[in-house]
C-alpha cells in the first residue's frame, strides 16, 4: 500500500478537545436510539451503528412504517441533516448547546416530519448515565476539532476498509458504535463462543451476550487510549499467548488495563508510510487471534485483487 500524497492524517490531541468529544458522544448515542427504535434486529447488533461518510456520519436508511428516513450529523456545514424518503427534510444545528438542548430540538425535527421517536432516554456504556433530557453538563462542540475527528475516522475507514476486503468469512461492516464510540471491524471464525459475562455500565448484559456469541477477532478506533487517540485490537475468547505474541509496528502494545493490542493514532500519523503501519498492525494482531485460536485461515482469507 502507498501512503496518501497529502497530509491528510490530521492531528488533534484528545486533551484539546475532550470536552466536545463528549457532548458529541451524548448525540451519537440518541441518534443511534433512534436507529435502534426502528431497526429489526441484525446479528451483533450491528443495524444499531453509525456510518462514515464524505460529510460525516449516517445512520443509513431506516425503515418508519411506509417510508424510510436518515440522520446525518455533517460534520461539514454542522447541522444534523435529517431526511425522508417523500422529500421532506430538517436540520438541527451543530453548536455549543447541551445535550438536553439538542436532544430536544432533535424530537422536535422528527415531529415536523411526522417521525414519533420513542427512545430509552438515557445513554448506554459511560458512568454516570445522565438522562438526555436532564443533561446541560455536556454542551461543548468545536466545530474544527468535530472536523478533525472525522478527518480520522475517514483515514481510519479507508485503511480498515482494505484489511476488510482479505476475508471471505463472516466479518461486520466498518461502523461506528455509538456506545463505546469507536470505529470497529470484526471478522468470526464460525464458532459459538462462551456466553459474555456483560459487565458494561449502564448497559444490559444481553446487549454484551449478543455482541460477543460467536468467536471474534475485533479491530478499531477509539478517540482515547494515546494522546490522539488509539488503534486497537482484540479476540473474544481471548487465546492462550495473545498478550505475548509479535505485534507490528514497533509503537503497538498489548494493554493489560483495556486486555488489547493499542496501536497510539500519533505513532501512524507520524510514520513515513501511515497506511503500511496501520495495515502491519491489523494484519498482525489478527494473525494472534486466528493462529493461537486455530481459525481455518485458509478457507476464512482471500485475495481481493483474485479477479484483477
Known sequence: MSAPSDNSWPALRVSD?????????????????????????????????LYATPRGLSTSSIPYRNRLFDMEFDFIDHVLAIRTSDGAAATVALAPKSVAQFYAETLGALDQLGIEARIHARPNE?????????????????PDAANLFWRQLIQAHRVISEFRAYFMGKVSPVHVFWGSFDMACTR???????EHPGGAPNCPNNVMVEGYSRELSSCGFWPGGGEEGAFYAYAYPEPKGFADYPVSPAAA??????KQFLLPYEAVRRSPDPDLALMEFLQTTYAAAADLADWDRDGLECDPRRWS
Open 253 to 258: 502494545f498489548y494493554s493489560q488495563d483495556f
Open 126 to 142: 459511560v458512568e454516570p448515565a445522565i438522562p438526555f433530557a436532564e443533561d446541560h453538563l455536556h454542551a461543548s462542540y468545536d
Open 17 to 49: 478537545w475532550e470536552p466536545t468529544r463528549d457532548t458529541l458522544h451524548m448525540w451519537t448515542q440518541i441518534v443511534g436510539k433512534i436507529r435502534l427504535t426502528y431497526s429489526p434486529l441484525l446479528n451483533h447488533w450491528w443495524e444499531v451503528t
Open 188 to 194: 468470526f471464525s464460525g464458532r459459538l463462543a462462551p
